[in-house]
């Protein structure tokens, strides 16, 4: 009797509990997030989330006063990185090596002389010599990460992480799922996302839709790809067709870090599907700087990456393509 | 590339971005590189309305050129004197001397309603491209002449200011409601409220007549003319429609201080082929709903305002779009609070809905091309005005007739 008991009770015990969906959302980095999560109990909570995400602020974001990024803008040298400061810093600096320096988080300046930048656009085009004394403070190869420190070979050299920041965020609240033994779980940041598991109790996957930078998708979600994932991060870039007209001729927003001349290609938007939203977030960016044959070419040889591109094709209409591994994502190819 | 702060272009971009989708028109005024000739035009009317308009050709020197300002009221042509930059405007008492200018290609109008008509006609029978404030004009009557007139003059331009739909914000509603994000419609609402009597100060006793016209039903249609006709115009243009029945009530119930518009009035109209009921107030004596627009259909509702829209998504609609957990996209659908997305209109922030119509007679002009908001529509509108006040002033049920729809 006692013993039936006994095991009864053990089978409580081992039994898990139900798994229960719990939703957090709020605003960050200048934009929205929401995350969804299957577990017992609510173990974490939003109190947890904005510590972290005032954390990554405090470090890495450029609209925060004092913030370590601006620090290290602000120095002649360099300054002690940060976890977050050394993880994204080195990833830009992979990024930059992989893509023979299309991807450059140092070319700010050079934006913002373009008039594409946060401040106001200058009201005439900048002059050879300008581009040519920008081009100067410009490169990551001038940025290196020695031990705990990011250095800068020339005083000026500023970073901007904005591109790869909000990717990090998601995976850093993701880290902070798993940390609380959550498996299932999607993690949604300014339209970058990460995911693990499944939906409980049907146990299907995520279920993540491609939002069409022509919007009419919304009135017709059947032009809006939807793709089924388990584990991986997706993100997504876009060209919004900003042009700044200066003087006579029509500038796309795309810098070449190497020459200091804005140049236009046929990317619309770039979707990228990686292990984590870093990755993802910082090869989508790449990607959009890159023309349609150069970016097939640069996906060959990184079999990781699954990728579905939009591009305008030379007659103005819109037309995509996706690498293999994307396509059997895709709920209705 | 870390090309783009995406905190910057997020606060400008949208889910219903539709800057690609303007008509044709509104792009080539977007993409203005500067033509060369600009248009000399004149201003008949310079109290408010004239004066705005005034503001807004000063950020347009590369269209137009200012050279005549006609008032009956000196104050009025020195107030305006000191707009024009440009410092060219002649003076003129009369408009009649003013369109006597051959120098002068273009006007603008805008005198009270009773005297549209006859300006516009002395304008179009002097040779001169026109921009006539709304409503086109005083009645029914008037309008089908001022139709005949323009259609004998088809290398003139009759332009009508119903100016707010020219607000890139507003074509991007048209196209909405044609791809359906509505679904369909059955009810409208509009009003435009103020707390307020509605009346100008006068700057010199014996004025009242001049200055508080809007008061007078000899020369004013009252609130129907002045505020929801541009609620009607846009519901006339939006569903290529017109009203086919219409209802009206209202009273002079809060200012008794002598005037004979009535300072509260509702309407209430059919759209018979659209299955749709309309219903249009305004009130001088309570503010809090102020300008209120709500297109209601059966997919969702969009709720504008001059400068600002809103779409809501009927709850069926929104299980559609639900499917998804998560939506990867680099401007990223944001709700706001009530469940409802922003609607946009690209990056460029809007400017006054008459900076556009003004652009717009500019391109009309230059090209010979029949401005959106023209005579055909401007009598359509002027019609449903009138009929409107017929109802309100004579508790009668009016019906539309053929004759009415213009083409």
Redesign the interface.
Known sequence: MVFGLFSLLMLWVTMPAPLQAFHLSGHAQGTTYAITYYAPDSVVTKEQVTQQLTEIDASLSLYHPGSLINQFNEARRGVLADRHLKIVGSAALRVYQDTDGLFDATVEPLVQAWGFGPQAPPAAAPTPATIRALLARVGSDKLHLRGDSLVKDVPTLRLDLNGIAQGYTVDVLAALLERHCIRDYLVELGGEIRVRGRKWPSGERWRVGIERPDTSAFAAPALQQIIDLTTGAITTSGNYRKFRQVGGVKNAHLINPKTGYPFQNEMISVTVIARDALTADAYDNALMGMDLAGALVFLRQHPELQVYLIYQRPNGTAADTATSGFQRLLLNP | ???????????K?G???????LPNGLIDVFATAPMADKIKIGIIGCGDRGKGLLKILQELPDKFEVIGLADELPFRLRDARKIDKAGKGKLYADYRALLDVRAIEAVIIAVPLHLHFAVAKAALLAGKQVFLEKTMTYDIPQAQELVRLAQQRPNQTLQVGHQYRYSPLYYRVKE?IA???LGKVTQIDCRWDRNGSWRRPLPEPGLERQINWRMYREYSGGLAAELLSHQMDFINWAFDTHADEIMGTGGIDYYKDGRETYDNVQVMVRYAREGMIGNFGATCANARDGYLFKLKGTKGTISLLIDEGIYYPEKETLK??G????????????WNKEGGIPITTG?EPLKDGSWYALSDFYRAIKENKTPDSNVLTGARTACTVHLANQAIYNHTIEKWRPEYSFS
């Open positions: 590339m870390t090309n783009f702060a995406r905190r910057d272009f997020l606060q971009t889910l219903l971005t539709g800057g690609l989708l909405m791809q359906g994000y559609q779009y499917t998804v957990d998560g939506v990867t996209g680099a401007t990223k659908i944001t990056a």
